[in-house]
């Protein structure tokens, strides 16, 4: 299937720093997605990209849907200790859902020092 | 309230022993699916459902069944688990209007 490299793999900060993560790919994606994921839960959309060059926020998320369509960036802002998680980029080829679900990136861990 | 429920939450078998992990969805999706998580490698699809009675494999079918009765009801089914089927597992659905996937909170499961 296809690949979604995703990096980093894990990242430890002092809280209140900011944090960037990325995803690209081989092949171009029509959404993009991103996802975290706490211990011991499922993971939890956070945010939806849907067109190349979109710039989307939620609190201190931001994420942004590459102009090539084959990367995807996340940037968390002034971080707090319940940032800690996994975060997980997801892609799909198709823009309205058809076919077969998600691919999704190999994850970066969180941890975030009080 | 919408969710994704999957059953059990943690379990230990051991090698050939037959085991099915349920995944019950409340919000009428059309599309469901499994994946496994490992450390890593993030999430990797097994099976896939578009619809009753549609399923299809996913990138690692190896080792699963799936059946697709019911709308709501997406079963995984490990008919003589291995060592290397130890996982997280993850049920995940969402309808057929949207990309967004709503996850279950996982099962454990360890194959000694």
């Known amino acids: 299937g296809q690949q979604l490299n995703q990096s980093p793999q894990s990242m430890f900060i002092q809280e209140g720093e900011d944090v960037s993560m990325n995803c690209t790919s081989s092949?171009?994606?029509?959404?993009w997605l991103w996802y975290k994921q706490d211990p011991g839960e499922g993971p939890v959309l956070l945010i939806a990209l849907y067109k190349a060059g979109e710039l989307t926020s939620n609190g201190r998320l931001t994420a942004q849907f590459g102009i090539t369509r084959k990367d995807s960036f996340l940037n968390i802002s002034a971080s707090i200790p319940s940032d800690v998680g996994i975060y997980f980029c997801?892609?799909?080829?198709?823009?309205?859902?058809?076919?077969?679900?998600?691919?999704f990136g190999g994850g970066t861990r969180l941890m975030v020092k009080p | 309230e919408a969710q994704v429920t999957q059953n059990p939450r943690y379990l230990i078998t051991v090698t050939g022993k037959k085991l099915t992990v349920t995944c019950s969805q409340n919000?009428?999706?059309?599309?469901m699916s499994w994946y496994r998580q490992d450390p890593g490698l993030g999430l990797r699809q097994i099976y896939y459902?578009?619809?009753?009675?549609?399923?299809d494999k996913g990138d690692v079918p190896e080792g699963y069944k799936v059946s697709r009765k019911e709308k709501r009801n997406f079963p995984l089914i490990l008919e003589s688990p291995s060592p290397n089927q130890t996982s997280l597992y993850f049920c995940a659905s969402r309808d057929n209007l949207n990309t967004e996937a709503f996850f279950g909170q996982g099962t454990r499961l360890t194959v000694v």
């Open positions: 997801a892609g799909s080829p198709f823009s309205n859902n058809a076919g077969n679900m998600l691919t």
């Open positions: 459902s578009m619809n009753v009675e549609v399923t």
């Open positions: 919000m009428n999706h059309e599309y």
């Open positions: 092949s171009i994606f029509n959404t």
